[in-house]
């Protein structure tokens, strides 16, 4: 089965700086990519994804690249703010497969630091 | 409108109570999920409905008990838990269960006593 490898587990940066989070997955037939962000004591809220067809997708200061090759799929949040700061979780899946379940990766807590 | 509803936000309960979690979506979706998620871990799925029929249960114990009334509820009723059973429990829908976006509501934290 799938599985999704997210890292770091944890990252600080200073605010005005930009992060960088990673994720590798296993199944080559995986074709959806999405990022949840989740703040404490809420739920995820899907904040941008990404499908194979596509190696970027750009909203405002987030965007997400895949290399389908590398099996490796990158969030990019440039110019964080303090409200940034909570825990991010890549995920993927296959569209169209007989579910649509999604593999998470552990999650990675983002702190910006006024 | 994006809107996934859960109630209640919080519940307390003792190992011989019964319960109910709801979840209620207005977006048309026909397939809804049920995950349980414990404290610095990613959600785990429990549950999927598609089109109100169970379609994925992923090996949950028989305490839990999942229930699909219409299109836009799902309930999880809840029976003789453990406090290994304390977590945040997320609801979650998507378009059909071949589409990829899922929608989260904002969980229900139980705790077990």
């Known amino acids: 089965g799938e599985n999704v490898e997210q890292h770091p587990s944890t990252l600080s940066v200073q605010e005005g700086d930009s992060a960088v989070i990673k994720c590798t997955y296993s199944d080559s037939a995986s074709n959806y990519f999405p990022w949840y962000k989740q703040e404490l004591g809420k739920g995820p809220q899907l904040i941008i994804d990404?499908?194979?067809?596509?190696g970027e997708k750009k909203d405002q200061r987030i965007a997400v690249t895949l290399n389908k090759t590398a099996k490796h799929f990158s969030l990019h949040i440039t110019e964080t703010q303090p409200e940034d700061s909570a825990v991010y979780f890549c995920?993927?899946?296959?569209?169209?497969?007989?579910?649509?379940?999604?593999?998470f990766g552990k999650g990675t807590k983002l702190s910006v630091k006024p | 409108d994006t809107e996934v509803t859960q109630t209640p936000k919080h519940l307390v309960m003792g190992m011989t109570n019964k319960k109910s979690l709801k979840c209620e979506q207005h977006m048309g979706h026909r397939a809804m999920y049920w995950y349980k998620q414990k404290a610095k871990k990613p959600p785990e799925l429990m549950f999927v409905?598609?089109?109100?029929?169970?379609?994925i249960n992923e090996s949950v114990p028989s305490r839990f008990s999942p229930e699909c009334p219409n299109s836009s509820l799902l309930n999880l009723h809840l029976h003789a838990l453990q406090p290994e059973d304390s977590a945040l429990y997320l609801c979650a829908s998507s378009q059909t269960d071949r589409k990829e976006t899922q929608y989260f509501g904002p969980g229900t934290r139980l705790l077990v006593l």
């Open positions: 990404i499908r194979s067809n596509v």
């Open positions: 995920a993927a899946s296959m569209y169209g497969g007989s579910q649509g379940n999604l593999i």
């Open positions: 409905y598609s089109y109100e029929k169970l379609s």
